[in-house]
Structure formats: structure tokens, C-alpha cells
């Protein structure tokens, strides 16, 4: 089948990943990212017990600057970004799978749980895996034509009690391994506290308003808060108080009552379309291209429940995405994630 390396991060998931990848006759090789910490030991054993070389390679600096850097930077700007949206397109499937075809692998595989699919034209779809509480096609939407040719998602068609229950076949010690829900790069203390520590820096602060600009209180800045959020605000207003806007220019943090939350439409910028989605195979009837209006469901947060849209093309590159149903408090920086069934037919960053 050719050669594949295995991005390897010592969890149960890629780890079953490159045994299924061995089981389909790639000739593996095992590769673990260090990016912010020292890297888990575990990758080197279960590559070592499936007979595969195993290589650590320091992507310090490209994770700092294509991933730590925009991340701290959207905080300050009021935003509320998505790290490991650009981990997956930028680093995983940019500078790993880049350095994978360097030294002669031409396949990256990985544990995500998403599905490639094969069309008739030649072209990679990149589609829901088959367990949807884990599915992670979300994070995946960046990823191009190129970058889907060149990798493997062994899992896509598995539960991940299948794929606990295949580790634990295998011997692999980290087969009931708890998962961790945390961003890799952030550690005790949450968001803020690192934004402030990375920055040497207070974040801005400033005052809370209402919707009508009444000044309700001091809060302790910017980068403590996102939209949609109520515990933590420190005000009493006499009713249930959530982040509706926040406003880097003024330092202001704009607080509403849970009804002024919903949104009937985002705007949605570097948009990345799925080439011939909506005339391909398994289209559902999403209409004629951008400029004509697309019928598809969008995702606005991971794990949120996908809701109805006509998206449209808008102006300076950007898509109008219009909801049958008003949505709760999206939030600019957000991946915004566009699916035509099961079939990613795009996505791109709120703004």
C-alpha cells in the first residue's frame, strides 16, 4: 500500500490508528508533534510494539507562530477563535504532512474521527464519521483537495468503543486512557491567564454597558470573556446578564438579556468550498452555486446542533449565510461549518 507516517500523540485513538493503518499494509512509521510540552512516552511504546519506527519531531516554533500567536492575538481583538481548527490545517496537515512527503511517506494518517470519501471525478470528500457524538469533521473543514489525497482516517467508520475495545485487544496500555478536553497549549487557570501570561500583560479592561450604552460596572478584561457567556461577570442587573458584544476598540463588553443573544444570519470570511459540492453526488439539493443561494446546515460551534441556511455570496470575498431559525450567540472567530448531509460542503471563520 505504500509508505504512511502515523501522527502519533500517545492517546488511544491514533494509536489504533497506526495498528489499522499496519493492518491495511501501509509501512508505518509513528510521528509525535512537539509543540508546547514535552511529548507523552507512550507513542514510542506503542510503536515500538507494533514494530515501527518512531520519530519526534519539534514543530515549536511553527506552533507558536501559526497557532499560539492568532489565537492570543483574536482574544485581544474581542474575538473568539478556534485553535484547533488552525492546528489541523496549518501544522497537523500543513507542516507535518509537508514533512511526511519529505522523507518519503506518501500518506499522513491520523485518529480523527471523520470520513474521506472517493468521488467519481477523481476529487476527496471530506464527510461525518460514523460515530456522530465523536465526529471531528468540524475541525476539518480548512483542509484541501491536496491535503485530503494525502491522508487517512482509519476511524472514520468506528465508534470509539470500537476503538477502545481494538486497543485493549492489542495490549495497548492506554486503551481506557480518560481523554483530555482541554486545548493542548493551555494549562491550569483557563484562557485568560494564559493570554496575560503570554503577553506579560494585562488584558484591556473597561466597562460593562448595555445595549443602549448605560455603564453597569467595571469588568476585569477583555480576554475573560466570550460571547454567550453569564457565570463569572461579577454584575446583578435583576435578571440572567450574558456577553452579547465585545468591543476592543472602547474596552467595552456589551451585556443582554438571553433573548437579545439570537441572530438570524453571520457573515463568514476565507471561506473553503468543497470543489463541486453542490451539483456532486450526495448533494441535497443545495441550489444553483454562491450566488444563487445554497441550502445547507451550519454548524456555528462544535458540537452545536447544525440549523437550516440559504448562504449567498457576500461582499470582499465574504459568504452571507441566512438561518431558517435564529441561532444562540454566535461568536466572530468561530469556525462556521457548512454540511450538505453528511458531506462537509464548506466553511470559514465568522466575522
Same mark, same amino acid.
Given at each position: 500500500m505504500g509508505k504512511a507516517m502515523v501522527a502519533m500523540s500517545g492517546g488511544v485513538d491514533s494509536s489504533v490508528a497506526a495498528l489499522l493503518?499496519?493492518?491495511?499494509?501501509?509501512?508505518?512509521?509513528?510521528?509525535?508533534?512537539?509543540?508546547?510540552?514535552?511529548?507523552?512516552?507512550?507513542?514510542?511504546?506503542?510503536?515500538?510494539?507494533?514494530?515501527?519506527?518512531?520519530h519526534v519531531l519539534d514543530f515549536t516554533a511553527e506552533f507558536r507562530a501559526n497557532v499560539i500567536e492568532p489565537f492570543v492575538a483574536a482574544y485581544e481583538?474581542?474575538?473568539?477563535?478556534?485553535?484547533?481548527?488552525?492546528?489541523?490545517?496549518?501544522?497537523?496537515?500543513?507542516?507535518?504532512?509537508? $514533512?511526511?512527503?519529505?522523507?518519503?511517506?506518501?500518506?499522513?494518517?491520523?485518529?480523527?474521527?471523520?470520513?474521506?470519501?472517493?468521488?467519481?471525478?477523481?476529487?476527496?470528500?471530506?464527510?461525518?464519521?460514523?460515530?456522530?457524538?465523536?465526529? $471531528?469533521?468540524?475541525? @476539518?473543514?480548512?483542509?484541501?483537495?491536496? $491535503?485530503?489525497?494525502?491522508?487517512?482516517?482509519? @476511524?472514520?467508520?468506528?465508534?470509539?468503543?470500537?476503538?477502545?475495545?481494538?486497543?485493549?485487544?492489542?495490549?495497548?496500555a492506554n486503551a481506557d486512557r480518560r481523554e483530555s478536553q482541554d486545548i493542548c497549549f493551555v494549562a491550569e487557570g483557563g484562557y485568560a491567564d494564559f493570554i496575560e501570561g503570554y503577553r506579560g500583560r494585562a488584558s484591556m479592561k473597561g466597562d460593562f454597558v448595555d445595549t443602549d450604552g448605560r455603564v453597569l460596572g467595571r469588568h476585569s478584561g477583555i480576554a475573560h470573556y466570550t460571547i454567550g457567556q453569564r457565570?463569572?461577570?461579577?454584575?446583578?442587573?435583576?435578571?440572567?446578564?450574558?456577553?452579547?458584544?465585545?468591543?476592543?476598540?472602547?474596552?467595552?463588553?456589551v451585556l443582554a438579556a438571553a433573548e437579545e443573544l439570537f441572530s438570524s444570519g453571520i457573515m463568514i470570511a476565507g471561506a473553503n468550498l468543497s470543489p463541486g459540492v453542490f451539483a456532486g453526488p450526495g448533494g441535497g439539493g443545495c441550489g444553483d452555486g454562491v450566488g444563487g443561494g445554497l441550502r445547507v446546515q451550519v454548524m456555528i460551534r462544535y458540537n452545536a446542533k447544525p440549523v437550516w441556511a440559504t448562504v449567498r455570496q457576500g461582499t470582499d470575498g465574504l459568504l452571507a449565510a441566512e438561518f431558517d431559525e435564529p441561532v444562540r450567540a454566535p461568536a466572530r472567530g $468561530?469556525?462556521?461549518?457548512?454540511?450538505?448531509?453528511?458531506?462537509?460542503?464548506?466553511?470559514?471563520t465568522i466575522v
Open positions: 493503518a499496519r493492518r491495511e499494509g501501509y509501512e508505518c512509521a509513528g510521528a509525535t508533534m512537539k509543540l508546547v510540552r514535552d511529548v507523552d512516552e507512550e507513542a514510542a511504546r506503542v510503536a515500538a510494539l507494533l514494530g515501527m519506527p518512531h481583538s474581542g474575538a473568539t477563535p478556534n485553535p484547533c481548527v488552525l492546528c489541523n490545517t496549518r501544522i497537523k496537515f500543513g507542516t507535518l504532512l509537508d $514533512q511526511a512527503a519529505r522523507m518519503g511517506f506518501g500518506k499522513l494518517v491520523t485518529g480523527h474521527y471523520a470520513r474521506i470519501v472517493p468521488m467519481p471525478d477523481g476529487s476527496c470528500r471530506l464527510a461525518r464519521a460514523a460515530d456522530k457524538e465523536k465526529d $471531528q469533521s468540524y475541525f @476539518l473543514y480548512g483542509l484541501g483537495q491536496g $491535503q485530503l489525497a494525502h491522508s487517512l482516517f482509519p @476511524l472514520g467508520e468506528l465508534t470509539k468503543g470500537e476503538a477502545r475495545a481494538i486497543a485493549a485487544e492489542a495490549g495497548f457565570k463569572g461577570l461579577g454584575v446583578a442587573l435583576g435578571y440572567p446578564a450574558f456577553v452579547k458584544e465585545i468591543r476592543p476598540e472602547t474596552g467595552e463588553v $468561530q469556525a462556521a461549518v457548512m454540511y450538505d448531509g453528511d458531506f462537509v460542503a464548506g466553511g470559514g
